[in-house]
């Protein structure tokens, strides 16, 4: 079965640091992986997706996604990070075999230090 | 446009109660799911739907029922709420479930339930 570890639950930062949240899957056949951001009390929403092509992929509000199929990696990265960045971060991971169904990540929380 | 529409934000229920969570999407989106979400645990999906007409079980789907009898609705339906239902629920959907520029999942914000 697939599965996807996000290797931390809470990642503290200072603002206008850089900022890295990791997300590790199972898969061995293609996959599809996705970020999506969940703002308080507020619904998920995409950040950003890998389907094919540029390992390296461009989200909103300056985010970006580095694919790596040797590590199975899909960290998540942004080089300067704002107060309104608080949120929490789930990485999801889809396959054909599973009729695309998103398996879902644990969610790391960003905490923006002033 | 609304996108997907969930009530009620929040409810509390007695152990026993059963009750209903709406879901509404005004996209004409052919797949809807429900998710619950619980701390440190992610999105586990309950049920899920491709077409009115037709529903799924997925993940977590015990205590739960569902129906679509149109493309827009997608109602939950808890019978005997238990404290293990305690959750925040989510409403999800997508034109497609094939993860292309279609393939996008969008969420309502989400109802709180806890059951006492």
């Known amino acids: 079965a697939q599965s996807v570890t996000q290797l931390d639950s809470q990642v503290p930062v200072f603002e206008e640091a850089p900022v890295e949240l990791r997300c590790n899957y199972s898969s061995s056949v293609s996959v599809y992986l996705f970020w999506y951001v969940q703002y308080p009390n507020q619904g998920l929403q995409l950040l950003l997706k890998y389907l094919s092509g540029s390992t390296l992929v461009k989200g909103i509000n300056g985010f970006e996604a580095e694919f790596n199929k040797s590590q199975t990696s899909f960290h998540l990265r942004k080089p300067s990070v704002h107060i309104s960045d608080t949120a929490e971060y789930f990485c999801?991971?889809?396959?054909?075999?599973?009729?695309?169904?998103?398996?879902w990540g644990a969610g790391t929380k960003l905490i923006i230090k002033p | 446009n609304a996108g997907v529409t969930q009530t009620p934000k929040f409810r509390i229920l007695k152990i026993g109660q059963s009750m209903t969570l709406q879901c509404t999407q005004d996209?004409?989106?052919?797949?809807m799911y429900w998710y619950r979400q619980d701390p440190g645990m992610g999105l586990k999906l309950i049920y899920y739907?491709?077409?009115?007409?037709?529903?799924d079980k997925g993940e977590v789907p015990n205590g739960y029922n569902v129906s679509r009898s149109t493309t827009e609705d997608f109602p939950l339906r808890l019978e005997l709420a238990a404290p293990s239902q305690t959750s925040v629920y989510f409403c999800a959907s997508r034109k497609t479930s094939r993860p292309s520029n279609t393939g996008e999942l969008f969420f309502g914000e989400g109802s709180r339930l806890t059951v006492l």
């Open positions: 996209m004409n989106h052919n797949y």
């Open positions: 739907s491709v077409g009115a007409g037709i529903t």
């Open positions: 999801a991971v889809s396959v054909r075999d599973s009729n695309y169904q998103l398996i």
